[in-house]
């Protein structure tokens, strides 16, 4: 059962928060779209869906989608209700693609050029409301901005020497952050980032800050502090870190049993309580005989 949506709050400008669900997950399991997997017992685009349907600041939502999952999202948005789900449409061969679809859908709907735009992974399910309205403070200050988490390891930057990597720079710790989601432009600047870079057909990157940062290079980029809950699903191994989060989210221990313990319901202290007893109970037995 979804949360109900926040009542949208008066505002100068949309706040659109564009949920990119049309990749294919081949590094998960291309036959099990990854978007589509329960974590906690919600679809994990749900979860995404979900966390801006709850953000009051949030007054529209985009969905993106590729043909294989369109009908189970429709589905889902349909018996969900999510009353900011604006349109679900199709998405392109790689992220950029899917991006470019969004605004182009954005520009052709006539938002104004001020519009704050959200891109966000469906595949980051936990997405914090600490970092969605950070998000949208920071366009306050910034035309761009980035949820990141500050790495804890230090950071490699490497080249090619033959068939090996070697390392070619090590920046510093201090100022090296992991590239999470949502990243949050105005909407003319994000759209004129995309139309520069569209002239550029050898041109792949995997976030859209890439995008600003390599064709407008004197936009600064504002870091938005992120979370290490914050997890993008990329392969299976991924699900069981992903379930630890859903259940703490939820409020219930490792083995999905409410932490909320009702009358009549087993606390699971107890019976590993009772459990360990009997264990004792029967070895002091078998030591007496
Ligand atoms: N053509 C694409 C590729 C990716 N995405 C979305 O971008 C997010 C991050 O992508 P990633 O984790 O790489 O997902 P996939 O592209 O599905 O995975 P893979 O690279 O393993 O195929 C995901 O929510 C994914 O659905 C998208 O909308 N359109
Ligand atoms: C946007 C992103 O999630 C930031 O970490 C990431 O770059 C997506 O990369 P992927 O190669 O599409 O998984």
Same mark, same amino acid.
């Given at each position: 059962m979804a949360k109900p949506a926040s009542e949208p709050i008066a505002q100068h400008v949309p706040v659109v928060a564009v949920v990119l669900a049309a990749g294919f997950g081949t590094r998960f399991d291309p036959d099990n779209p990854k978007q589509l997997v329960a974590v906690g017992g919600k679809p994990i685009v749900c979860w995404s869906i979900e966390a801006f349907e709850q953000c009051a600041r949030v007054s529209d939502i985009v969905v993106v989608v590729n043909p294989k999952v369109r009908g189970e999202v429709e589905s889902l948005i349909d018996e969900a209700g999510y009353a900011k789900v604006r349109v679900v449409i199709d998405g392109g061969s790689e992220r950029v693609d899917s991006t470019a679809a969004a605004l182009d859908t954005l520009a052709a709907a006539g938002i104004p050029d001020d519009a704050k735009i959200l891109i966000h992974d469906a595949v980051?399910?936990?997405? &914090?409301?600490? &970092? $969605?309205?950070?998000? $949208?403070? *920071?366009?306050?200050?910034? @035309? *761009? *901005?980035?949820?990141?988490?500050?790495?804890? /390891?230090?950071?490699?930057?490497?080249?090619?020497? %033959? /068939? !090996? @990597?070697?390392? @070619?720079s090590v920046p510093d710790r201090p100022n090296t952050y992991r590239a999470q989601t949502p990243q949050s432009f105005r909407f003319a600047t994000i759209r004129h980032a995309y139309d520069l870079a569209s002239a550029d057909p050898d041109f792949h990157p995997t976030d859209d800050t890439r995008v600003v940062v390599d064709y407008l290079p004197d936009e600064p980029v504002a870091i938005v502090s992120g979370a290490e809950t914050n997890l993008k699903i990329?392969?299976? &191994? /991924? $699900?069981?870190?992903?379930? !630890? $989060? &859903?259940?703490?989210?939820?409020? !219930?221990?490792?083995? %999905?049993?409410? %932490?909320?313990?009702g009358r009549g319901a087993v606390d699971p202290k107890e019976e590993a309580r009772a459990r360990m007893h009997a264990l004792l109970a029967q070895a002091a037995g078998q030591m007496r005989r």
């Open positions: 980051r399910p936990f997405v &914090a409301q600490s &970092a $969605i309205d950070g998000s $949208i403070d *920071a366009l306050d200050q910034f @035309k *761009a *901005a980035t949820v990141a988490f500050a790495s804890t /390891d230090t950071v490699l930057l490497t080249e090619d020497l %033959g /068939d !090996r @990597k070697v390392v @070619k990329t392969t299976l &191994a /991924d $699900i069981p870190t992903a379930e !630890r $989060i &859903a259940e703490q989210l939820l409020g !219930r221990d490792a083995h %999905g049993v409410s %932490g909320v313990v």
